[in-house]
């Protein structure tokens, strides 16, 4: 096994084009443990420690500009203003140690369903774009086009994340996630929810409970529809309970989860149904509280 150490950015794009089959690694989290395991052998390891850009953020007022390597203790501390749900979903990584190192980035490349970042990622809308380099060029991926599968994401063989742009929160936004236990865990399934009152529509992104993480895209139009239709963004009223269980039921219908010694396919259904409930809630009395604080 080759290791590949690149001082700049410029370097690191010529290994990856020369040995498109290496694995990059950074905080590692995820790739020591399949390779202490046996269950990952690249043929050779791309180290971007050393590329310090990576650990950079950035914003305009309108979106963060997130650095592929930024650890989620620092989203915890710096970006749970601009970026409330990510920054929700970074208090349930693993242990500190992991969310010192574990990154964004890091959980995009993997891919896994399970993510943390992933369900935040895609309730902040879709507007959210990961930046693929490779000495080509930069490719904006949309973030609804980056899942393929399980484990699975649309980067070339010599493309890296550099960064994802994120748009600045207009609305309340929240993260739940269920495991086995309270901390260190592999979600069970996990939901992410976010509402932009700016363009009238709210965000949902699922995770664990499908082969990719996605959007309840029936659950999204038909909040956004009765928002609209009833005038809520403007009087803040409430919802009614029959809105927020048929938000819940539907939400509920967008997931495709498998039986796996986590948990089963039914229980992954109802507690998706509960978080969606539950979020929706939160979110909606906060923004009420907007409304009423600027009235």
Not at 5 to 25: F, G, M, Q, V
Not at 159 to 172: C, F, K, S, T
Not at 179 to 184: D, E, K, L, Q, S
Not at 283 to 293: E, G, H, L, T
């Amino acid at each position: 096994m080759e290791f590949l150490r690149p001082a700049t950015w410029d370097e690191a794009l010529a290994a990856k084009a020369e040995h498109p089959t290496a694995l990059p690694i950074s905080g590692g989290t995820d790739v020591m443990v399949e390779m202490n395991f046996d269950v990952h052998r690249p043929s050779a390891i791309l180290d971007l420690n050393r590329i310090t850009e990576l650990t950079e953020w950035s914003g305009d007022g309108a979106a963060v500009r997130l650095g592929a390597a930024v650890p989620y203790a620092r989203i915890i501390e710096e970006l749970s203003g601009p970026l409330p749900g990510l920054a929700l979903a970074a208090h349930t990584v693993g242990s500190p140690q992991i969310r010192n190192r574990g990154s964004v980035g890091g959980n995009l490349g993997a891919a896994s369903p399970a993510g943390d970042s992933h369900p935040a990622l895609l309730a902040a809308g879709r507007d959210v774009l990961v930046e693929a380099h490779s000495v080509r060029g930069v490719r904006l991926i949309p973030i609804d086009d980056f899942y393929l599968g399980v484990k699975r994401n649309s980067l070339e063989p010599d493309e890296l994340i550099r960064a994802v742009r994120i748009p600045v929160a207009d609305g309340p936004q929240q993260f739940s996630k269920i495991g086995t236990r309270n901390a260190m865990v592999i979600a069970v399934c996990a939901f992410g929810f976010a509402l932009h009152p700016k363009d009238g529509t709210v965000g949902t992104g699922i995770g664990s409970a499908a082969p990719t993480p996605r959007r309840a895209v029936a659950a999204e139009e038909y909040l956004a529809g009765e928002l609209a239709g009833r005038g809520l963004w403007e009087s803040g009223g409430l919802l009614g309970p029959e809105v927020v269980q048929r938000f819940g039921e539907l939400v509920k219908g967008a997931a495709s989860p498998i039986d796996d010694v986590r948990g089963t396919a039914d229980y992954r259904r109802h507690a998706l149904a509960v978080m969606a409930r539950r979020t929706l809630t939160w979110c909606w009395n906060d923004y009420r509280k907007q409304i009423r604080s600027a009235a």
